[in-house]
């Protein structure tokens, strides 16, 4: 799995991890700061989620240009700089008026920018990494290394935003209640229903003593969001440990920061595409990145109604077996068990099997353990969900990679453009289990943004999560493989660029669900969302020959 891999690999994988922990930290309670500082009703906060999540991986696309002509390492080096300011600034307390608003969008667009010159051209580099013969067979399995590396850090970043949310709120003697800042924020406009009112009564004397419910309100609110700006300044230091790592092993990978010309300039023998190779190369990429606009529109809808449905229809506690799926460290460690586990298999001598199995029976040991000094019932958070995903997508990677290595050593593999179109036949799966789950819930509309009276078991939307991710293992490390594989060199950066662009235009509308949130049945939204993956796995079916041929 990890043997014959090039170190510059990991020192890029491990820069990435960084970043992508502070990123995912903040996205885990985005949504729900926007709601708990300026009372932003779902619709409005999908909106500046959905605008966020398109800035984010469009600016990649000029980032990609600008690299294209200054070279990868510069981009990268500048990126990160303009995403500490923008993490920085997110971070400040401010009111909730005005400037405080234009305070929170100035800060988004540094991150917007920074991401765009950071992320797509470090990527870059690890595909330049395999322009080398010796490693050019291993670059589909680099790339689910490389994307396991990222949600190692995505893994962890809810359970740190959930820390940070309890520890801040819990110093000023609050817990965290879904229901809370939306009734606060009701009472202070004036809009509140008399049965609301009573449960914010309730709420508030339960949990301070207090009677005065404006006091109490502007207390919530300003703790909670307090809290989540803690948060955001997770992202500055994670940002440090990716600059440490980054410039502290960038001898491994330095021969891969060279763009076109500097390669040309370095190697005026190599062989350039003709004009129809090229052509024939962009339009097989515009192809396949008018397919991936809709599975992202899909799958990201995990920070936006996935959380919104994790909030109002799904329940606030868990017992049983489930528990072990909210301590972070159990599942930590069950994934590392899996990469034990196939070291089982894989190891060459008898000694390696056997401190192989001795592993992977402690890290079982150990997740029991933790998993049997849990309470009987916990209490979880609508962010608490979105663990699951890099949980999945780290400890599915090797069997991913096994399967594939299976079938590529009987000549059966599936090309990348099939492996995409077989993600989003998935993803119709993942999406169809909660349609069911959302059967016979109330509409959104009839909730007014509260929390449901009948709630669902967790399960349905851990279920999801998983299907889900094997979607997203199909799709998106194999997707930016093959960017990698067939861009024409001169447009490398460019054409990641416009992976990531493809993103952003899925990621803008993620928009759509949210729009429609209040004004179709709850089993409406996920439907909508199962219809489009079908329709976009049909269309790159039917162009399979054409994009195939492109890779030759």
Known sequence: MFKGQPKGLFALALANTGERFGYYTMLAIFVLFLQAKFGFDTTVSGQIY??????????????????????????VTIGIAVMFLGYLCLAIPTDADAVGKAAMFGALALIAVGTGLFKGNLQVMVGNLYDDPKYSNKRDAAFSLFYMAINIGAMFAPSMANYITNHFLGKDGLVYNPSIPSLAHQYLDGTITAADLDKLQGLAASMTGMTDLTDFSNLYIEKLSTAYNYGFAVACVSLIISVLIYFSCRPWFKH????????????????????????????????????VIFFWMAFH???GTMTVFAKNYTEGTVDGI????????SLFLIAVSIYTLFSVFQSSTNKGKVLSALATLALWGGAYALYAGMEPEIKILPSDFQQFNPFFVVALTPISLAIFGALARKGKEPSAPRKIGLGMLVAAVGFL?????????????????NVSDTLVS???????????????????PMGISFVSKVAPPKYKGMMMGCWFAATAIGNYLVSIPALLWTKIPLWGVWTLLIALCLISAIFIFS????LENATR
């Not at 959905?50 to 990649?60: C, D, R, W």
């Not at 489930?322 to 460290?329: M, T």
């Not at 851990?462 to 799709?475: G, H, R």
């Not at 162009?543 to 054409?546: L, N, S, T």
């Open 256 to 291: 891969a920061d060279v763009n076109a010309k500097q390669s040309k300039a370095e190697h005026p023998e190599e062989a350039e595409l003709t004009p129809q190779q090229t052509k024939s190369r962009i339009v097989a990429l515009l192809l396949v990145f008018a397919v």
């Open 322 to 329: 489930l528990r072990i799926g909210f301590n972070i460290g």
């Open 543 to 546: 162009i399979m020959k054409k």
């Open 301 to 303: 809808q995990n920070g």
């Open 50 to 75: 959905a605008i966020f999540l398109a800035g984010v991986y469009f600016m990649p696309l000029l980032g990609g240009y600008i690299a294209d002509k200054i070279g990868f390492g510069k981009c």
């Open 433 to 449: 289990i909660l349609t069911i789950g959302s059967i016979g819930l109330p509409s959104p509309k009839e909730l007014n943004d």
């Open 458 to 476: 967790p399960a349905w939307l851990i279920s999801t999560y998983l299907v889900l991710t094997f979607a997203e293992l199909l799709l998106s």
